[in-house]
């Protein structure tokens, strides 16, 4: 009925036909009710889990909403634009957004037209749509569940990688804590434990209130009069950047980029969780991209 431009026969048989008639007025409130239902309903059905379809749903939004705009425009402005038309184009805009498809969108609609006189127009709306819904999400429908979980495979092996890669994956736990409080005597025995030349400092709460290197206390490490003398949270330094668990690769790498770390920490709920570090991201993305590679 929308495409043929009688779209009061869309209520036809129903129980709210006595109620609209003819009236415009009525006709664009019902088809904005069920332009919102619609969408609820959709929405719903999608994020509980059913089936519930995203291919004809947005071309029934897309529909109501063109042929609502035309609708109302006709009746409060003089002019009389073609309610069909508007139906048509409004398909194209919301494929195009939902779908990530703007050329599917263009081309489908206009084969359903059976020509090319609306050509111009679905151009113009499915790259209005599509360039609008990128600012707000980068992925489709169909991908943004996959790329939340980083399993979105691209063509580009890289950017694959990367969202394959999580911090979690590359994180290193086995650097020996100190607290802020101990004396550097006790740091000394604690290093003289670790394999490692980073520490650390965490507070009675298990947060991360600074770290401490080697190359930190190289002057000091054998003065034994400072032992009682020294606490660690005198000699501590703030880490040049603190990197969240559940950040992305992308972000990680950036923020390795701007600081020149080798090795960050890493928390998760302000909780300190372990530390990160260039080479072990290398290493793993190099052997990601080779098992991409050999596939």
Do not use: C
Not at 122 to 135: C, G, M, W
Not at 147 to 173: C, F, P, W, Y
Not at 186 to 199: E, P
């Amino acid at each position: 009925s929308l495409l043929t431009g009688n779209s009061t026969a869309l209520f036809n048989g129903t129980l709210i036909e006595g109620i609209i008639g003819n009236n415009a007025y009525y006709i664009v409130i019902a088809f904005l009710l069920l332009i919102f239902f619609k969408v609820i309903a959709m929405a719903l059905t999608t994020g509980s889990g059913g089936v519930g379809g995203i291919f004809a749903p947005a071309l029934f939004v897309g529909g109501m909403s063109g042929a609502t705009l035309a609708k109302a425009v006709n009746i409060f402005t003089p002019t009389n634009i073609s309610e069909n038309n508007f139906a048509l184009v409004g398909m194209a805009g919301v494929m195009a957004a939902v779908m990530h498809a703007p050329l599917t969108a263009i081309f489908l609609i206009a084969e359903i037209t059976g020509g090319y006189t609306l050509f111009i127009p679905l151009i113009v709306t499915a790259t209005i749509s599509y360039v609008t819904i990128l600012a707000f999400e980068k992925q489709s429908v169909y991908t943004m569940r996959l790329a939340q979980r980083g399993e979105l495979m691209t063509h580009h092996k890289d950017k694959a990688v990367l969202s394959i890669l999580t911090v979690e994956k590359v994180l290193e736990n086995d650097f020996k804590k100190v607290k802020a409080d101990e004396n550097l005597g006790g740091l000394v025995k604690t290093i003289s434990k670790s394999k490692r030349n980073i520490f650390p400092v965490l507070n009675d709460e298990k947060e991360l209130v600074g770290v401490i290197s080697l190359d930190d206390i190289r002057d000091i490490i054998f003065n034994t009069e400072l032992y009682d003398k020294v606490e660690v949270s005198e000699i501590m330094r703030t880490p040049s950047a603190i990197i969240d668990k559940h950040e992305k690769m992308e972000k990680v790498l950036e923020i390795f980029e701007e600081t020149g770390a080798w090795n960050l920490p890493v928390i998760d709920d302000g909780k300190y969780k372990g530390f990160i570090s260039r080479s072990k991201i290398f290493s793993s993305y190099r052997k990601l991209l080779k098992e991409f590679s050999d596939d």
